[in-house]
């Protein structure tokens, strides 16, 4: 019987982007201009990932008050492993974050990346291609254990030094190895240009628009990564991966197999437009693949890594690593309403920009369901 591999139970795609910030760290809007320019371009949800570092007074943004009936927030912020100047520091979206997150020890800063993920965060390595991070050096990171997914297309960096946009090197490198990791792409936005968002966003399946839901869904795998092309079928039946898409110029497989064999990619010879694709995946017996989605604007989509020969070829249905309540106060669930973040509690010194928000539509406030 064939396998669903994009979708797991009763529900639909929901638009988010995990990687954003506000003027609570380094971008220039404040989150509610920043949650309002998101659901004004048609997404879902966002996880404000504002930068959790001394200079910003160890704070969680709390983008609870900014949730509505067709909007939602997932708590988020951007960890580092070290100093920002070191060489191999690296940086994750920490997605699912209790508002009482305490700041890691100073000779340790890695320590809250592993916590993140033990408490219930779905933990992503953000522009490891802005950062040049050698893939020989993750063997020694600390803390690298408990990263789960892998940016592959950063959209500030696409716009602003293009050719350290791309993660691909990363996400191969560590698959090759073994390595069990999903494909993200976001946004990084600080709306300090107007290329810096809307150009990589994830669509996850989930049953309702709940930031638990949301969560689960990114932990399991439910999910795919886009520029724009939609994957609307992604199924395993034996040894045949059969892709549904939106009308695209090259729906492609690759990955650790013998890459050269015959019907890796399907397209028209004609120029035109394909949406249908069935592959042989024998090629990749022992290892995993990947399906890259085209259109005609050269814009991308990513599937998960599918490993064929395992019991459950799309990585794991999340086994719940993180109680209940756990992924409760990550999401926000159970704390009480307009408190935390925000405030002006900080000692944290704030860097200065000369520049300013640029006009962006501001929410609704005391609309119904806030
Ligand atoms: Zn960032």
Redesign the pocket.
């Known amino acids: 019987m064939a396998q669903d591999l994009l979708r797991s139970g009763e529900g639909r795609f929901w638009r988010g982007n995990l990687?954003c910030?506000s003027d609570r760290s380094d971008g220039l809007c404040g989150p509610q201009q920043v949650a309002a320019a998101y659901r004004e371009a048609g997404y879902d949800f966002i996880a404000l990932?504002d930068h959790f570092e001394e200079r910003y007074g160890w704070r969680i943004t709390d983008t609870r008050n900014l949730r509505a009936s067709d909007f939602t927030t997932i708590l988020a912020a951007?960890l580092s492993s070290g100093p920002w100047r070191e060489r191999i520091t690296y940086?994750v979206s920490a997605v699912g974050l209790p508002l009482d997150f305490e700041a890691p020890p100073a000779a340790d800063p890695a320590e809250a990346i592993r916590r993140a993920h033990d408490a219930g965060a779905f933990v992503v390595l953000?522009h490891p291609g802005l950062n040049n991070l050698p893939l020989d050096a993750t063997d020694e990171l600390p803390g690298f254990d408990a990263v789960d997914a892998v940016e592959i297309y950063n959209h500030n960096t696409f716009g602003s030094v293009p050719d350290r946009a791309h993660g691909e090197y990363m996400v191969d490198g560590l698959l090759e190895r073994g390595r069990r990791i999903l494909i993200n792409v976001g946004d990084?936005a600080h709306f300090a240009f107007p290329g810096d968002r809307f150009g990589g966003w994830v669509e996850v399946w989930a049953e309702t628009l709940d930031a638990r839901d949301l969560l689960a869904g990114l932990k399991s795998g439910s999910y795919y990564s886009t520029q724009g092309p939609q994957i609307e079928r992604l199924e395993l039946d034996g040894e045949q991966l059969r892709v549904s898409t939106s009308p695209a110029h090259a729906i492609a497989l690759g990955g650790a197999g013998d890459r050269w064999l015959d019907a890796t990619s399907v397209l028209d010879e004609d120029g035109g437009l394909v949406s249908e694709g069935a592959f042989d995946l024998s090629a990749f017996r022992g290892s995993y693949c990947r399906v890259t989605v085209i259109d005609t604007g050269a814009r991308r989509a990513w599937s998960n890594p599918v490993w064929p020969w395992w019991p459950q070829p799309n990585r794991f249905i999340w086994d719940g690593s993180g109680s209940a309540e756990a992924t409760a106060a990550a999401t926000g669930a159970t704390a009480p309403m307009g408190t935390g973040g925000g405030s002006s509690s900080s000692s944290g010194r704030r860097e200065k920009s000369s520049r300013s928000c640029p006009s962006v539509p501001v929410l609704r406030s005391a609309a119904a369901g806030w």
């Open positions: 990687h910030h990932s951007e940086w953000l990084d």
